[in-house]
């Protein structure tokens, strides 16, 4: 596969995530953290607001591999 096939497919996959994880991150929060306090919502913000970066990572270094040498 070529790299800039990867780079077309990692894009896509990386905007349709990115939507999907915000607006279920959200939710969560709604759901079980609306009556929590300030401090622990925020830390639950804190945290699922960071936590999309280790995915993201793994993700841009596929795309971001060099394309295999033709023999």
Do not use: C, H
Not at 9 to 23: D, E, N, P, S
Not at 25 to 50: E, H, K, R
């Amino acid at each position: 596969m070529s790299q800039n096939l990867r780079k077309l497919i990692g894009t896509t996959v990386m905007a349709v995530y990115v939507i999907v994880y915000a607006l279920l991150a959200m939710m969560i929060g709604a759901l079980f953290f609306a009556d929590a306090s300030t401090l622990v919502q925020t830390i639950y913000y804190g945290i699922a607001g960071l936590a999309w970066i280790v995915p993201a990572g793994l993700l841009i270094r596929w795309m971001a591999r060099p394309d295999p040498e033709d023999a």
